[in-house]
């Protein structure tokens, strides 16, 4: 069975300071999908990135950035330079292929102005 | 990408009544949409797989009778919420996959909010 695990219940960062999500999962598959999405207050799911098992390139996109390791399964999620508008809770997920997503439990993070 | 849409966006309802959440996508076909349901500040989970043109699969715990997965065509499935009761209060959030993207990626309704009084 698939499991995701965020350890961090909850950060609090200073808008500017960088902060990283730690996201660890556990798979037999050989291939699977790997998601992060984020959470406003408002509730919807925004998807921020999709990483397929077989590529273990990382990623950046503007402030974001994402360090996937296979041999710690580990997917990491990055934020520099946090503003405000960060604020939300963000979930790591998993997927083996065309089965079910696993979400884990989500980080929380709040930007501090 | 691919848009997946869901209606209504919020309701509130008596005790005892039903209500039903519509989930479309919108630019593709799906055979597969995927019920999730989440409570405050906990994450989101697997309610039931809703296959077009056959009987959902429910997650062990979830009651079927209870909550009703009908996917009538190959952009709707609808989840009816049957004698709501407070303890049904949620947000509920329907998923699918574009078939065509082979990626695997999830593409999320805007979900419910349900509020039962």
């Known amino acids: 069975a698939q499991k995701v695990t965020q350890a961090q219940t909850e950060i609090s960062v200073v808008e500017k300071e960088d902060v990283t999500l730690d996201c660890v999962y556990e798979?037999?598959?050989?291939?699977?999908?790997l998601f992060w999405y984020k959470q406003p207050p408002s509730g919807e799911l925004v998807f921020l990135i999709r990483?397929?098992?077989?590529?273990?390139q990382n990623e950046i996109s503007g402030r974001y950035s994402w360090n996937f390791q296979k041999s710690t399964s580990s997917f990491n999620f990055t934020i520099t330079a946090s503003q405000v508008v960060d604020s939300a809770v963000y979930f790591c997920?998993?997927?083996?292929?065309?089965?079910?997503?696993?979400f884990g439990t989500g980080t929380k993070l709040q930007v501090i102005p | 990408g691919a848009v997946v849409s869901q209606h209504p966006s919020w309701v509130i309802c008596k005790s005892g009544t039903s209500v039903k959440i519509e989930c479309r996508s919108l630019?593709?076909?799906?055979?597969?949409m995927f019920w999730y349901r989440q409570f405050p500040k906990q994450s989101l989970m697997l309610m039931a797989t809703?296959?077009?043109?056959?009987?959902?699969?429910?997650e062990q715990g979830v009651e079927k009778d209870k909550f009703l997965i009908n996917h009538a065509s190959l952009t709707l499935s609808t989840l009816t919420v049957t004698s709501a009761h407070p303890e049904d209060s949620s947000f509920y959030i329907c998923?699918?996959?574009?078939?065509?993207?082979?990626?695997?990626?999830?593409?999320f309704g805007e979900g419910s909010r349900l509020t039962v009084l």
């Open positions: 997920a998993f997927s083996g292929g065309y089965q079910k997503v696993t």
């Open positions: 990483r397929n098992s077989f590529d273990e």
């Open positions: 798979t037999r598959d050989t291939t699977y999908y």
């Open positions: 630019d593709f076909q799906a055979t597969t």
């Open positions: 809703s296959n077009e043109g056959s009987k959902a699969t429910y």
């Open positions: 998923s699918a996959r574009e078939p065509r993207a082979n990626t695997g990626e999830l593409f």
